[in-house]
């Protein structure tokens, strides 16, 4: 089993629907997890950061943290054109449960959201 | 602030050929990552270190990779004798040490 699963997609939807991504984790010791969006060619961009289980909303994002399912998400409100990117889950903190680990992370999933 | 910067966008080596990627941390970052992205592949976690000092290298292949973060200058990548399975995107990310990471735009190393 993989440390971090997530669907690669593609995830095809319509502009203005709420998007959904999951990722699914086996270690129990992650501590804290990210949100990154990647779009063709560039580097990651920090989207979400949470540190325990719960929900944090920023705009029209919503992360939500399971940690006793070990499932995480991200919510897209009011979906755009330009939010068509790859979205990559990420995790770390268990090596030393501190906030400097290497992360882990999912392969991504390819979102396109049609005009 | 300028972000982290990375060097050079795109490198071509043949094979045998030594690559050296280098990482500017955004200011006041004083941790360094370094991460491998293959085609079709997630990133993977590969060296982690602050100035001077190597914190962990798990992620490192044993033979040919090695990096360093000096008391002056930017972080580099250096990969010896390089071969194609080596061609990825190479991915730089700094954090002041709590919260979120910060990444740079790649180097995509090809080798021929």
């Known amino acids: 089993q993989k440390e971090v699963e997530q669907d690669p997609g593609p995830l095809s939807v319509p502009e203005g629907a709420i998007v959904s991504l999951n990722c699914t984790y086996s270690?129990?010791?992650?501590?804290?997890f990210m949100w990154y969006r990647q779009y063709s060619r560039k580097g990651p961009e920090l989207l979400m950061y949470?540190?325990?289980?719960g929900n944090k909303e920023d705009g029209r994002f919503t992360a939500q943290v399971d940690k006793s399912s070990k499932y995480i998400s991200l919510f897209i409100r009011d979906s755009q054109p330009s939010d068509s990117a790859t979205y990559l889950c990420?995790?770390?903190?268990?090596?030393?449960?501190?906030?400097?680990?290497?992360?882990?992370f999912g392969k991504g999933t390819h979102l396109i959201i049609q005009p | 602030n300028a972000g982290v910067m990375q060097n050079p966008r795109h490198l071509v080596r043949r094979r045998g050929q030594e690559a050296r990627l280098r990482c500017s941390p955004m200011?006041?970052?004083?941790?360094v990552y370094w991460y491998r992205q293959l085609p079709e592949e997630g990133l993977k976690f590969m060296v982690y270190?602050?100035?001077?000092?190597?914190?962990?290298e798990s992620g490192m292949p044993k033979e040919r990779f090695s990096a360093e973060f000096p008391k002056e200058g930017p972080s580099i990548l250096r990969i010896q004798q390089v071969v194609r399975g080596d061609s990825a995107a190479y991915f730089c990310?700094?954090?002041?040490?709590?919260?979120?990471?910060?990444f740079g735009s790649g180097t995509r190393l090809t080798v021929v």
């Open positions: 990310a700094s954090s002041p040490g709590q919260g979120g990471y910060t």
């Open positions: 270690n129990s010791a992650f501590q804290y």
């Open positions: 949470t540190y325990s289980s």
């Open positions: 990420a995790m770390g903190g268990e090596k030393t449960g501190g906030g400097a680990d290497g992360l882990t």
């Open positions: 200011k006041g970052h004083s941790h």
């Open positions: 270190l602050q100035k001077e000092n190597i914190i962990d």
